[in-house]
């Protein structure tokens, strides 16, 4: 029987590092009474505006509110968004001062017009050419300085396709991470899939999988699954495959140990950033434990739960810690 009393005690003793694509999430809440007589289209009357952290910042976000001291790696462009996101990422307590800003970028903001807690519209602000290679220069120093002196548990990246994680960048890091023996995570997308080599785990979507293998199959069952960890690690060379199957759960293999995790009952609302907080509660365990069935079903639990909410959010800790204490007592 796990003490999850005490591994969640634990996390407050992890120091972490995230980096990839940080963006601000820009809600605007409102009420839809009326067909606009200039086109064809919903007339909202705005009632509330809101802004959150977004990509990255999201997954920092859920290993501070797990209470792991996070800092943030990425480059945001120096203009008004960035100056809120950064204030937004202080007020949570995520180390911002390796952040990079870039007068040859805009800071990524994706703005969701929503009404009766359905999105009727997205409005993206970004660039997503990839950084320069001074700007790259500077956060591969900020890191290795951050190494030197905090020796972190794990670092987690968190590709949005956005241009911070490059291939050079990406390569320096994990090189970095196995000198200095720490734990390496990866949440990726389809332009690097292939570039994080030699990480501890490796943490597609079934769709990023399909894209990026060329499957066309629809069956998915555990000997799929199989076959599709003897590619990615054909090319990887990673140790822990985990594969997040939408409602069916998540599949974990490690060597020759395999399984899928299923999902508990849920009142989904909205799936936006239930991978980050997926990648960000698995590294966490798993930096602690060294388990990744429990960092599996622990992760699935936190998943379903921001899925509970509208947009992006953190997953709550006592909650959390609730309901695996409760639902994951019987799996064990």
């Avoid at 940080?22 to 067909?35: A, Q, S």
Wanted: aromatic share 6%.
């Amino acid at each position: 029987m796990n003490d999850f009393d005490k591994l969640f005690s634990d996390f407050s003793d992890l120091k972490v590092a995230v980096i990839g694509d940080v963006m601000l999430d820009t809600y605007w809440w409102g009420k839809v009474e009326r067909i606009s007589p200039e086109a064809p289209v919903p007339v909202v009357a705005l009632r509330k505006k809101e802004q959150r952290i977004g990509g990255a910042g999201n997954v920092a976000l859920n290993t501070v509110s797990l209470g792991a001291e996070t800092a943030l790696f990425t480059v945001t462009g120096d203009d008004e968004d960035a100056d809120i996101l950064l204030s937004l990422l202080q007020d949570q307590h995520i180390d911002t001062k390796y952040v990079v800003k870039s007068n040859e970028r805009i800071t990524t903001n994706k703005i969701r017009i929503i009404s009766r807690n359905q999105q009727m519209m997205r409005l993206d602000s970004e660039v997503t050419d990839y950084i320069s290679k001074e700007d790259e220069t500077t956060l591969i120093q900020n890191f290795t300085s951050f190494v030197k002196r905090y020796q972190p548990s794990v670092v987690i990246f968190e590709d949005y396709n956005k241009g911070v994680l490059t291939e050079t960048l990406i390569e320096k890091i994990i090189s970095i991470c196995k000198e200095h023996n720490i734990v390496t995570t990866v949440d990726p997308k389809r332009k690097n899939f292939f570039s994080f080599k030699s990480v501890e785990i490796f943490k597609p979507n079934l769709k990023e999988v399909k894209e990026g293998l060329n499957l066309l199959t629809d069956e998915i069952n555990e000997e799929v699954l199989k076959n599709i960890h003897k590619e990615l690690h054909a090319i990887l060379q990673h140790k822990i495959s985990l594969i997040t199957l939408s409602e069916k759960g998540v599949y974990i293999q490690k060597g020759n140990y395999s399984r899928i995790i299923p999902t508990h009952a849920r009142n989904i609302a909205d799936v936006s950033g239930a991978g980050d907080t997926v990648i960000a509660v698995a590294s966490l365990v798993y930096a602690a434990t060294k388990d990744i069935t429990l960092a599996a079903q622990v992760a699935n639990v936190a998943g379903g739960q921001v899925c509970e909410e509208v947009g992006t959010v953190a997953v709550n800790k006592e909650k959390l810690l609730n309901e695996c204490k409760s639902l994951l007592k019987t799996e064990l």
